[in-house]
């Protein structure tokens, strides 16, 4: 099948390159333009380990066409740190032991940064209901959540709640 | 797991995209949110040479008031149910199933009239359009029709649709006040199947049953309306020898297959259970 133009912005930067049809998201992002973040776990959208986030909204880049991604704004693991600086999210897992083999951390990691914009100060329960299309085998989870909280904690001391 | 080779298509309304499906006949699928019909594309389940991908045409998106209807594109998402304040208010069994299908990030990707038009019997919509006394809009070459969701689903991936129409909305009456509603699924992990669900519509005069309807999920070839288990109920109050009844008209109706899930006689027992529950919810809300 004849590819077909992509052009999409990855992390801010413009991509431009040119795709067959069948290319799915994780696997332009991690052969095509080198960004292996993005993990391919299960690849049947279960895992949660290749989420990235398209136009504002988590997504799992497994059960997702590249093609479809025309004009979009994609973000990626690799896009989190500014700077050499981690993200609050970053620190939160790295602070709060949020992982152990550390397969599933990148798709954990774009989750909560999309789910703590969503809900800044969310509960344990609404933690664990927002986090629930990642699966981690390491770490029963507990971990996760602290994580999480830390980094909710820190963006509400950076960015105090305007209203 | 990369899907076999297509080419593939995105038309920015609904006219061209029924233009394409009638031009590339057979051969063709559309794509909605992707997540019933890539995963079949991995595994050879299907093997389309050609996609046409609805998620361009923003006219299939979105959630309105006509008169007492409330009309949902058929590309509305998951967490776009989930979200809307006139659902909530309006039809709030739609949002309630919509929290129990798959995970956040699926949600943001998977579509009401996908759930729907897949056909899959383990799919949650069906159900719940059969209880909530929907209808769908179809649209094909020659114009649109409305078929209505206890007509629409014929067996297991067979629906009523023509091979040259797109579902475009899905027209459901607002709920009047007093009005019952409840959808209880058991599953056995975040993003699982239904092992069994039931959804229910209900209104009360006094203690005694006047209106109600029943879909079950996931346990016969297609979602079922348990009609029998309606009938037994109208006219009495909602007590233990009316939801034993009821339990036992709806799990005569059942006919699901083994599976992972469970065996035939524990599939059909849940149903029986996810009944009684959704009963007894849906009466507390009325």
Redesign the interface.
Known sequence: ?AK?LLTVQINGKTVEKAV?????LV?FLREDCHLTGAHIGC????C?AC?VDIDG????SC???A??C?GSDVRTVEGLAAGGVLHAVQEGFYQEHGLQCGFCTPGMLM?AWR?LQDNPDPSEAEIR??M??NLCRCTGYQNIVKAVQYAAAKLREQQPATA | MIPPQFEYHAPRSVGEAIGLLGSLGGDAKLLAGGHSLLPMMKLRFAAPAHLIDLNRIDALRGIREEGDTLVIGAMTSENALIASALLQAKAPLLPEAARLIADPQVRNRGTLGGDIAHGDPGNDHPAITLALGASFTLQGPNGTRQVAADDFFLGTYLTAMAEDEILTEVRVPAQAAGTGWAYQKLKRKTGDFATAGAAVVLRLDGRVVSQVRIALTNVAPTALRATAAEATLLGRPLDEAALHDAAAQAMAACDPADDLRGDRAYKTAMAGQMLRRALLAAAARC
């Open positions: 099948m077909q067959e049809p069948r290319s799915l696997h690849e049947t959208s279960h949660g989420t909204q988590s997504v799992k059960t997702h066409l093609l479809q025309e989750r789910f209901a927002g629930a299309g």
